[in-house]
Nanobody, 124 residues
């Protein structure tokens, strides 16, 4: 059973940076998708970045392009989200997710099987 644990959330001022880390409890020996999703009150949980390990392909949402980046650390078995030049609209609960979809990263929540508990990011 795969468990995901996020860390690194907090409160920052606009323009500052935060790094989120998602620790994956088990090594997954096939290629897989990993993603970071953001949820704000009254809105659906939406992907901000996704990565497919098989091809090292990465997608980043237009709203965060140039500011956010997703990366995999295979040695630590983590997936990280680096967030720079944060804006108040980046405020929300951030969730990491892992799924076994093959071929490319995915924006679709249905493609992700395992989810972390979420970590709050507040930008003021």
């Amino acid at each position: 059973h795969v468990q995901l644990v996020e860390s690194g959330g907090g409160s920052v001022q606009a323009g500052e940076s935060l790094g989120l880390t998602c620790e994956i409890s088990l090594y997954i020996y096939s290629s897989y998708c990993m993603g970071w999703f953001r949820q704000t009150p009254g809105k659906e949980r939406a992907a901000v970045a996704a990565h497919y390990t098989g091809t090292a392909t990465t997608y980043v949402a237009d709203s965060v392009k140039g500011r956010f980046s997703i990366s995999e650390d295979s040695a630590k078995n983590t997936v990280d989200l680096q967030m720079n030049n944060l804006k108040p609209e980046d405020t929300g609960i951030y969730y990491c997710a892992v799924g076994l979809r093959s071929g490319s990263p995915s924006w679709d929540r249905g493609d992700y099987k395992w989810w972390g508990q979420g970590t709050q990011v507040t930008v003021s």
